[in-house]
């Protein structure tokens, strides 16, 4: 199991609640809301980043159950589930530059185990799947295409980790257009500290950070 990065004792929250106000003074932390047409975006919530046997796995059950919970509520509400994993060929030969700085990377190979969705999670045959070889969802894959298609203007945001792969992701949605919003429940990393670090980094400049309750509250009211 990975080494765990706790969180700082004493104000750290504190000093981020006081870094929001201080942002929100000079014009930053504004809300971008919800469009017309949501879709939800599951990122690499793949074995290899769910299950701690995995070097680059955390104990992400909370983030699972909470991005299950999500899928109910857009199912109900007929809005459209696009998954987002990442995997590689077994030479690497697509994997670029990434593996040399992660060499832990080369685990996540067509074939392998760690690049199933975790078995928790209600995968449907007319769910939308991306394969990526990079961070973000977005870059090297035709996810904008395919939402474009759809008419989407709103993403919903779960999956792993917060301070990569999700953060990536996010960033190139708001870059694209898209309203980016991050499921807070629904997202985790491996260390607490830059999990919440990067939620208040995402709130501030790219997306609007929304508790599940609230999100599964608006699906509720989406047209069927």
């Given amino acids: ?41 599951v990122v690499d919530l793949i074995r290899g ?10 104990e992400l059950g909370e983030v699972v159950e909470a991005t299950g919970a999500l899928l109910v509520a857009a199912r109900a509400a007929g809005v459209p589930v696009f998954w987002a994993m990442v995997r590689y060929r077994p030479d690497m030969g697509d994997a670029g530059v990434w593996p040399a700085k992660i060499p832990a990377q080369r685990l996540l190979v067509e074939g392998g185990p760690w690049v199933e969705l975790d078995e928790r999670l209600d995968a449907r045959p007319q769910d939308d799947r991306v394969v990526k070889k990079h ?30 792969c999700v953060r990536a992701s996010v960033v190139d949605a708001c870059g694209l257009g898209f309203r980016p919003i991050v499921v807070r429940e629904a997202v985790g990393d491996r260390a607490p500290l830059v999990h919440e670090v990067s939620l208040f980094d995402l709130d501030a400049k790219y997306a609007d950070v929304e508790d599940l309750a609230t999100v599964v509250a608006r699906l509720a009211g989406e047209p069927r």
């Fill in 1 to 41: 199991m990975p080494e765990t990065l706790e969180m700082p004792e004493g104000g750290f929250l504190g000093e981020l609640t006081e870094l929001r106000a201080r942002f929100a003074r000079s014009g930053m932390v504004r809300r971008i809301g919800w469009g017309e047409r949501p879709a939800v975006v």
């Fill in 49 to 58: 980043f769910t299950d701690p046997a995995c070097p680059l796995g955390g």
């Fill in 135 to 164: 961070a973000s969802a977005f870059l090297g894959t035709d996810l904008d295409v395919r939402l474009r298609r759809l008419g989407v203007d709103t993403v919903l945001v779960a999956g792993a980790t917060t301070s990569g």
